[in-house]
């Protein structure tokens, strides 16, 4: 099953990056988050997508908006294919998506104005249970992605790890609680090959770049998709966009990479993250 994993968008989507979806063809695409700043022209166009989406938005896709009136037309404009708190069945090909808590902005268990205002005031456990509530429904033999838009804590505390805070000293883990704790309790009764999330960029405040790739001892992959800004030109001008891309069959992750492509969806730079051993 090929995967293809939009990062942080900003707002950066347009007519080149459905030409490369296109011809790429993935079987999956999936969003983490911050589509842009509350604008209906982004949640439309995941909606609209010709290939099977799932998407979990961000803190940025509330706008400032305390009220959650963004946030809540954001969500009947994404329709099914949000799912923030729930299952995302894609089938085919085969894929369940469980969603983590949505518009996280991380910091451990932290809901905004915004979130309150649509899902009212959850409490920790409550947002531990619906993720693990709808990783259960998923067959052990299914294929399962859980995609947030933060990731789990417990991934490092430098300003460097995949979710470590860089804009403030000192360093910490940044990381969603509620998410670590689901994901510990759904590994009770299957495995989980693959964690995707964004929020957290890949260029640091201070100069450098994170680590946007771990796999743990459990071979749980994950997976941070942030390049920001994730439109860029080569050196004659021709645009290039970002895609991070997978390869999983059943519950295993045969491969995954960063991959930058111009407007013919010809790869011109990859940087591999994880290339499974053969058996």
Known sequence: MRIAIAGDLHGLWDAVDERILERLDPD?????????????????????????????????????DGRGEVLRRQLTLLGDAHCGWGLRRLDPPGLAVVGGRPASSGGGYVLSAAVRSVWGPVPL????????????????????????HVGPTGL?????????????RPARDWGDLDLAAAIVRIRRWRPIPLVVFGHMHHRLRGGGQRRSFLLDR????????????????DEHGCPLRHF????????????AAHCWFDGEATLRWQECLYQATAA
């Open 28 to 64: 999956v695409v999936l969003m983490v988050g911050d589509l842009g700043e509350g604008e209906d022209r982004m949640s439309r166009m995941v909606a609209r997508l010709p290939v099977p989406v799932a998407c979990v938005l961000g803190n940025h896709d509330a706008a400032r």
């Open 156 to 168: 490092g505390s430098a300003a460097h790890d995949l979710c470590g805070r860089d804009w403030r």
């Open 244 to 255: 991070a891309m997978a390869h999983l069959e059943g519950n295993q992750l045969l491969w």
């Open 125 to 148: 456990e409550t947002s531990i249970t619906r993720i693990t509530t709808a990783a259960a429904t998923v067959s052990a033999q299914d294929s399962l992605v859980l995609l947030a």
């Open 218 to 233: 459990y071979n749980t992959a994950y997976l941070n998709a942030a390049v920001v800004p994730r439109h860029g030109r």
